[in-house]
């Protein structure tokens, strides 16, 4: 799965071993890029997007999407508390289909 992580996260997430293709906004050229441009220019390009951005979901039309979104939600979008949702990522982008906006939350069991 072609995976792009919004700019806010960290490049060493973690994700790369999993199989996944997996870049950031800036490594694509969209550093700074509002919301709903960023989306136009993931579309077509990668199959799902991570962001800890929570109101994406509310403030752009994710329904009609060509690709998943997960908002990952952590104490910090630092390494440390990030990592540890790892395996629920992986878990989340198995099952990950166009217009889908699944959420990791750290802690959830």
């Given at each position: 799965?072609?995976?792009?992580?919004?700019?806010?996260?960290?490049?060493?997430?973690?994700?790369?071993?999993?199989?996944?293709?997996?870049?950031?906004?800036?490594?694509?050229?969209?550093?700074?890029?509002?919301?709903?441009?960023?989306?136009?220019?993931?579309?077509?390009?990668?199959?799902?997007?991570?962001?800890?951005?929570?109101?994406?979901?509310?403030?752009?039309?994710?329904?009609?999407?060509?690709?998943?979104?997960?908002?990952?939600?952590?104490?910090?979008?630092?390494?440390?508390?990030l990592r540890p949702l790892v395996p629920e990522i992986l878990a989340a982008l198995a099952?990950?289909?166009?217009?889908?906006?699944?959420?990791?939350?750290?802690?959830?069991?």
């Amino acid at each position: 799965m072609r995976v792009i992580r919004d700019e806010c996260l960290p490049r060493r997430l973690g994700l790369e071993p999993s199989g996944h293709m997996v870049s950031t906004v800036p490594q694509a050229g969209w550093a700074g890029t509002s919301n709903g441009k960023l989306l136009a220019f993931i579309s077509g390009n990668y199959d799902a997007f991570l962001t800890v951005d929570k109101n994406l979901p509310a403030q752009q039309e994710t329904a009609a999407l060509p690709f998943g979104v997960i908002v990952l939600r952590a104490r910090s979008n630092q390494l440390s508390d990030l990592r540890p949702l790892v395996p629920e990522i992986l878990a989340a982008l198995a099952t990950l289909q166009p217009g889908d906006v699944t959420t990791v939350i750290a802690g959830q069991d």
